[in-house]
């Protein structure tokens, strides 16, 4: 599976922050074994951890999770730009 997700055209670094070095998050467990590539989502191994946390804490689901990671991280970025001027 890391092998088809690799040669496929799909993002190769992580969805919030851009780090290459990646785990492959399971945004569903529908078709564990049989994936699709979309059930796939690059997350490096804090974001990955940290999604996983927001579900078990009821923050977050697994599909939507790295979307709603990447809004925090963007909202966090813009605040600490905002307070360096």
Known sequence: ??????ASKLPKKCVVCQNPNV???????????KEWLTDLAPLCRNHHTRVHDRVKSGKGGLW????????????NRARRQKGKR
Do not use: S
Request: charged share 50%; aromatic share 6%; glycine share 6%.
């Open 23 to 33: 785990d492959l998050h399971h945004k569903t467990y529908k078709r564990l074994g």
């Open 1 to 6: 599976m890391k092998r088809r997700y690799r």
């Open 64 to 75: 939507k999770g790295p979307r709603q990671l990447r809004k925090i991280e963007q909202k």
